[in-house]
Each structure stands twice: as structure tokens, then as C-alpha cells.
């Protein structure tokens, strides 16, 4: 049986701020995001900050992390600190994810 190498994958994403978020609330995500660093199993970078594309199509937050394969993004999802910061998040988002191996 063929042995399937092992790939790094790349996780993008970009948020859509909805009416309501605040600055603060703006701030605190940035934070919250950069300090997945350290906390979350094979993410191995992490890079995010505002979006001062003119072609953003309005997503005012860009993200990209660096796993080292599939199973620690699919660990990712699950893990705790991720799940906490989902928590208050999501209400104030519109995402988009894009997910690949390297």
C-alpha cells in the first residue's frame, strides 16, 4: 500500500463585520485569535489583522493559520479555546473559509 505523505494545510479566513460590533469587540477578536497560538495542538502560525483591501467586498478581518496536516485542523475545530471564542463571535460575524493543503 502507497504511503500518503503527510501535507501542511493553510486555514483563510475573512469576517464580515455585522451593524452592531463594536470596536472593542473588533479588538478583542484579533486578540483572542493570536492567542490560539500556543494553545491549539499542530497550529504551528498564526497570522490576522484588519483588511485594507479595495477589492475586500466589505470583510473587514483576514486571517490565515498553518497547521501541520488535516487532523490538527480537524482537532482545531473541536478544541476548547477555539469552541470559547466561537461562542461570543459567531453572533457577529459573516465568514468565509477556505481551507487547503500546502
Do not use: C
Not at 31 to 49: D, K
Not at 84 to 97: G, K, S, T, Y
Request: zero cysteines.
Amino acid at each position: 500500500m502507497p504511503v500518503v505523505p503527510v501535507m501542511p494545510v493553510m486555514h483563510l479566513f475573512a469576517f464580515r463585520w455585522r451593524p452592531a460590533t463594536t470596536d472593542a469587540l473588533k479588538q478583542r477578536a484579533l486578540v483572542e485569535i493570536r492567542a490560539l497560538q500556543g494553545q491549539i495542538p499542530g497550529l504551528l502560525e498564526t497570522s490576522v489583522g484588519e483588511n485594507f483591501s479595495p477589492r475586500s467586498q466589505g470583510y473587514e478581518l483576514g486571517g490565515a493559520m498553518k497547521f501541520a496536516d488535516r487532523a490538527a485542523l480537524d482537532a482545531y475545530a473541536d478544541h476548547p479555546a477555539h469552541q470559547a471564542l466561537l461562542i461570543w463571535l459567531m453572533p457577529l460575524i459573516d465568514p468565509v473559509e477556505v481551507d487547503f493543503e500546502i
